[in-house]
């Protein structure tokens, strides 16, 4: 017994030695990942600059729709917001984030909620951080000083509990770089449609028109979510005044105009070019474009010259010389066919999502987005609307970009992501170059009032007050009961989701059909509709609405890949 006892006492000390050992082991492997982890946190890191700006108060006017902050101030103008922005690059981050702070907010959790549903495990959802990290690692080395400058000040300006994964500084320079972000997913999430058209003199001593330019961006936060659309103004000390259409907390143009008249607009494009690390968001060099350019051929060059880090389609107008072209752009600059003009001697020009010119033809990612979303519906739809634009006027703009059917006049049904007028618009922007006045669609979508803007005055500071512009009045169909129904589907499908979700089938499709009577053509119903009677184990009819999905949402690579597969899974 003594013997059996000692014995199973070494035992003992032999395994509480054992354990011992892999808790050094593990505790060390620990601190050494800590390390790790915390030494390439630092090294990915984007800091801010540490800047010295003159606080100023808040000062609310009687009726609570302005807000002043020193020489700035946000107005809300019926549903626009409307931002002035003066003084230095840190005057104008300043003002910014104190001003804009609610609304980036708003912004800001819609695409967290966005990318936590994107990303279900917190596994992969750390992994894509990490990624992201390193690839934008140093990013803001190749912003210009000013650009740094304001960004830093608004990022300390924003109101922050440091809880985020990235700091406010961080998360603001990966705003900037939207497009290049949105190209990391293989589904499309921001479309664009824009067109600039000049009437011709004629023989008969008739004039040359107006440069009129329209626009929409839609950027895909769901039927749910309306961004607050925000003008701001800019009047940066040593430069041109400028307007930019776009959403709080973007510091780059996507949509604007200067005070010389300059036009430009940006549509993201994908090509089999690797993204650049050192170099700029289009949106930015967009920004310097305004800022500094007098002459449609300084904005080309300026465009030319940037190194940026994804492709784009720009149109630049030029309301003085009447003039507009298309300038599709790859990433690499000094390159013969990395930068593209279209358009110049022509009387209309358009773009979507996808680039036309020869030495674009076979790269795959723009074939890509030209056959497999809607930008090439769009663009052939946007052919047959200008091929004879005759005396051009900006209701006539307003007309195209509320175009709700398809190629040959075809009826396409609300909500059809071919159609110009899909009611997913995040902007939608009408512009005479010539005279100076902007249009910026209320919302929803573009069928809400297009408020004007007497750009003479607000930019060139001509005359005392604004001129008393016409403005562009709601589409009828805001109003109508096929509006309601299509709203009224919206809430339906809602429901049937969340019956599904339930285990209570049966409802769910009584709920959804009703949304199918009301409005047939949105592509997310038929794809509910299909998981619906996959689920009830009616595999026929589950195909005919996953087809009909595929047909009416294009450019959702990932879910179409999940439903092709599953459609296989059926019996093809």
Same mark, same amino acid.
């Given at each position: 017994?003594?013997?059996?006892?000692?014995s199973?006492?070494? =035992?003992?000390?032999?395994?509480?030695? #054992?354990?011992?050992?892999?808790?050094?082991?593990?505790?060390t492997?620990?601190?050494?990942?800590?390390?790790?982890?915390?030494?390439?946190v630092?090294y990915?890191d984007?800091?801010?600059l /540490?800047?010295?700006? !003159?606080?100023?108060?808040?000062?609310?006017?009687?009726?609570g729709?302005?807000?002043s902050?020193?020489?700035?101030w946000?107005?809300?103008?019926?549903?626009?917001?409307? #931002?002035?922005?003066?003084?230095?690059?840190?005057?104008?981050?300043?003002a910014?984030?104190?001003l804009?702070?609610?609304?980036? !907010?708003?912004?800001d959790?819609?695409?967290?909620?966005?990318l936590?549903?994107?990303?279900?495990?917190?596994i992969?959802?750390?992994?894509?951080?990490?990624? #992201?990290?390193?690839?934008?690692?140093?990013?803001?080395? +190749?912003?210009?000083?000013?650009?740094?400058?304001e960004?830093?000040?608004?990022a300390?300006a924003?109101?922050s509990?440091?809880?985020g994964?990235l700091?406010?500084?961080?998360?603001?320079?990966?705003?900037?770089?939207?497009?290049?972000?949105?190209? $990391? &997913?293989?589904?499309?999430?921001?479309?664009?449609?824009?067109?600039?058209?000049?009437?011709?003199?004629?023989?008969?001593?008739?004039?040359?028109?107006?440069?009129?330019?329209? @626009?929409?961006?839609?950027?895909?936060?769901g039927?749910?979510?309306?961004?607050? @659309?925000?003008?701001?103004f800019y009047?940066?000390?040593g430069?041109?005044?400028?307007?930019?259409?776009?959403?709080?907390?973007?510091?780059? %143009? %996507?949509?604007?105009?200067?005070? $010389?008249?300059?036009v430009?607009?940006?549509?993201?494009?994908?090509?089999?070019?690797?993204?650049?690390?050192?170099?700029?968001?289009?949106?930015?060099?967009?920004?310097?474009v305004? /800022?500094?350019?007098?002459?449609?051929?300084?904005?080309?060059?300026?465009?030319? /010259?940037?190194? *940026?880090?994804?492709?784009? %389609?720009?149109?630049?107008?030029?309301?003085?010389? $009447?003039? +507009?072209?298309?300038l599709?752009?790859?990433? !690499?600059?000094?390159?013969?066919?990395?930068?593209?003009?279209?358009?110049?001697?022509?009387?209309?020009?358009?773009?979507?999502?996808?680039?036309? @010119? =020869?030495v674009? /033809?076979?790269?795959?990612?723009?074939?890509?987005?030209?056959r497999?979303?809607?930008?090439?519906?769009?663009?052939?739809?946007?052919?047959?609307?200008?091929?004879?634009?005759?005396?051009?006027q900006p209701?006539?703009?307003?007309?195209?970009?509320?175009?709700? $059917?398809?190629?040959?006049?075809?009826?396409?049904g609300l909500?059809?992501?071919?159609?110009l007028?899909?009611?997913?618009t995040?902007?939608?922007?009408?512009?005479?170059?010539?005279?100076?006045?902007?249009?910026?669609?209320?919302?929803?979508?573009?069928?809400?009032?297009y408020?004007?803007?007497?750009?003479?005055?607000?930019?060139a500071?001509?005359g005392?007050r604004?001129?008393? *512009? +016409?403005?562009?009045s709601?589409?009828?169909?805001?109003?109508?009961?096929?509006?309601?129904?299509?709203?009224?589907?919206?809430?339906?499908?809602?429901?049937? !989701?969340?019956l &599904?979700?339930?285990?209570?089938?049966?409802?769910?499709?009584?709920?959804?059909?009703?949304?199918l009577?009301?409005?047939?053509? %949105?592509?997310?119903?038929?794809?509910? &509709?299909?998981?619906?009677?996959?689920?009830?184990?009616?595999?026929d009819?589950?195909?005919?609405?996953?087809?009909?999905?595929?047909?009416?949402?294009?450019? @959702?690579?990932?879910?179409?890949?999940?439903?092709?597969?599953i459609?296989?899974?059926?019996?093809g």
């Amino acid at each position: 017994m003594p013997r059996l006892y000692h014995s199973q006492e070494r =035992e003992a000390r032999s395994v509480f030695a #054992l354990f011992r050992v892999l808790a050094i082991v593990g505790g060390t492997f620990a601190v050494l990942l800590a390390l790790l982890y915390s030494g390439y946190v630092g090294y990915t890191d984007l800091d801010p600059l /540490e800047l010295d700006v !003159r606080e100023h108060d808040l000062e609310v006017d009687e009726t609570g729709r302005q807000v002043s902050y020193g020489r700035s101030w946000l107005a809300r103008r019926g549903g626009l917001w409307v #931002l002035h922005l003066e003084g230095s690059p840190e005057e104008i981050g300043d003002a910014h984030g104190r001003l804009a702070g609610r609304l980036f !907010r708003n912004i800001d959790r819609r695409v967290d909620a966005t990318l936590d549903g994107r990303y279900r495990g917190v596994i992969e959802s750390w992994a894509e951080l990490m990624l #992201l990290r390193w690839d934008y690692r140093g990013a803001d080395a +190749a912003l210009p000083s000013p650009a740094r400058h304001e960004l830093s000040a608004l990022a300390a300006a924003l109101p922050s509990d440091d809880t985020g994964e990235l700091e406010p500084y961080h998360r603001l320079l990966l705003y900037q770089c939207f497009f290049d972000l949105t190209q $990391r &997913l293989q589904d499309v999430f921001i479309e664009g449609s824009m067109f600039a058209v000049t009437p011709r003199a004629s023989a008969s001593g008739v004039e040359a028109g107006n440069l009129i330019v329209g @626009r929409t961006l839609s950027v895909d936060f769901g039927p749910d979510f309306e961004v607050d @659309r925000t003008v701001s103004f800019y009047y940066p000390d040593g430069k041109y005044p400028f307007v930019s259409v776009g959403w709080a907390g973007l510091i780059g %143009v %996507v949509t604007g105009i200067n005070a $010389r008249g300059i036009v430009v607009a940006a549509n993201p494009a994908r090509t089999d070019d690797p993204r650049e690390a050192n170099a700029l968001p289009l949106p930015l060099v967009l920004r310097t474009v305004l /800022e500094e350019a007098d002459t449609l051929e300084q904005a080309v060059e300026i465009i030319e /010259e940037a190194e *940026l880090r994804t492709a784009g %389609v720009v149109l630049i107008g030029d309301g003085v010389q $009447r003039k +507009a072209v298309i300038l599709e752009a790859g990433p !690499r600059a000094g390159t013969e066919d990395a930068r593209v003009l279209r358009g110049d001697d022509e009387q209309a020009v358009w773009a979507t999502d996808h680039m036309i @010119r =020869e030495v674009f /033809e076979a790269d795959a990612h723009n074939e890509r987005i030209r056959r497999t979303t809607s930008s090439g519906y769009r663009f052939d739809r946007l052919g047959e609307l200008l091929a004879s634009p005759g005396n051009f006027q900006p209701e006539d703009a307003v007309a195209i970009l509320r175009d709700r $059917r398809g190629l040959d006049n075809v009826e396409l049904g609300l909500g059809n992501r071919n159609a110009l007028e899909n009611l997913h618009t995040t902007s939608s922007v009408v512009i005479d170059a010539t005279s100076m006045v902007l249009w910026v669609a209320e919302g929803p979508s573009t069928l809400g009032r297009y408020r004007a803007f007497d750009l003479r005055h607000l930019l060139a500071r001509q005359g005392k007050r604004p001129a008393a *512009l +016409a403005e562009f009045s709601a589409d009828r169909l805001l109003y109508s009961e096929e509006y309601r129904d299509y709203e009224e589907a919206l809430e339906g499908i809602d429901y049937a !989701r969340e019956l &599904l979700g339930l285990g209570r089938p049966r409802e769910a499709l009584a709920a959804a059909k009703v949304a199918l009577a009301l409005a047939p053509d %949105v592509g997310e119903l038929h794809r509910l &509709l299909g998981d619906i009677e996959r689920e009830l184990d009616d595999p026929d009819e589950a195909k005919v609405h996953y087809r009909r999905y595929l047909e009416l949402v294009p450019g @959702r690579q990932r879910d179409q890949e999940r439903v092709k597969g599953i459609i296989e899974e059926l019996g093809g």
